[in-house]
């Protein structure tokens, strides 16, 4: 059970305390106890429901479509490559299915990864996305079930950040890779279809959302094409924030009238940050 590598640096999201792996189920000292699924995850989302954000299940099946067919593999080539050699704790806050954490796994056999969505069943499939990765249900805008100061490494692609969290379970020296499209991302498909674009203050709201407690040390921006069939172009409008703004009757028909093969921009913005000491 890939929960055994993560368990030490997990805490319980009631009182804070460390947790156990024992038998089916993780245990504070207090008593408090979180099952584990069957599929390998563990729920530590507590006080609420998943807030109805939450990808669905549909957008999840999109997204691993997509993403399994390796249109984005040069992104998840370029965060691995941004992973500090010698980092033994990952997180993800926000994994989705666990792509992009698995990546950087594979690339660091010495790590182990602690992946973090609100949606279960997100959750659900990347609790299988990689041997060395513990897959945990957890709310990316509440206080995180991750201890201080365990992760060398926090991973956020396409996902809130929450700068104080953020800050608490990174360590002294740690590692902060985000991720976000450019307003050249998905190009021509946002004007074709329709799609929710980038906003022009997307860099700001980043900076804001770390609230000074990080320090930028660099910056790179990704660009490549992608050849995508109808299919996988309703696979990307899918899986992405489009799904929630967009009619779903109608899009088959957009579509439909685009050619069957569509050229297809790929633009992201990778800033590397350190916490501020």
């Given at each position: 059970m890939s929960l055994t590598d993560v368990v030490e640096h997990l805490i319980c999201p009631v009182c804070a305390d460390g947790v156990e792996l024992t038998g089916r189920a993780l245990r504070c000292r207090r008593g408090h106890a979180f099952d584990v699924a069957r599929q390998g995850y563990v729920s530590l989302l507590v006080g609420s429901r998943a807030p109805g954000t939450a990808d669905s299940a549909a957008m999840v099946a999109a997204r691993e479509t997509f993403l399994g067919a390796g249109h984005f593999a040069p992104l998840a080539e370029a965060v691995a490559a941004a992973c500090p050699a010698g980092a033994?704790?990952?997180?993800?806050?926000?994994?989705?299915?666990?792509?992009y954490l698995a990546e950087v796994l594979d690339r660091r056999p010495e790590a182990v990864g602690i992946a973090l969505d609100v949606s279960k069943h997100a959750i659900r499939r990347a609790a299988r996305a990689h041997s060395r990765l513990g897959a945990v249900v957890a709310d990316v805008w509440r206080p995180l079930p991750v201890g201080d100061g365990k992760a060398d490494v926090l991973v956020n692609v396409f996902a809130p950040r929450n700068g104080p969290e953020f800050a608490r379970v990174l360590a002294d020296g740690g590692t902060l890779i985000v991720v976000t499209p450019t307003r050249r991302h998905l190009h021509p498909l946002v004007e074709e279809l329709g799609l929710l674009s980038v906003d022009e203050a997307k860099e700001?709201?980043?900076?804001?959302?770390?609230?000074?407690?990080?320090?930028?040390?660099?910056?790179?921006?990704?660009?490549?094409?992608v050849s995508l069939g109808h299919e996988a172009v309703a696979a990307v409008v899918g899986m992405g924030p489009s799904a929630w703004h967009t009619d779903p009757g109608a899009m088959p028909t957009k579509i439909a009238k685009l050619p069957k093969t569509s050229e297809v921009a790929a633009s992201f913005r990778m800033s590397i940050f350190h916490r501020r000491l």
């Open positions: 033994r704790v990952v997180a993800d806050a926000g994994a989705g299915t666990g792509y700001r709201r980043v900076a804001e959302s770390l609230g000074g407690r990080f320090v930028e040390a660099e910056r790179s921006l990704h660009e490549f094409t």
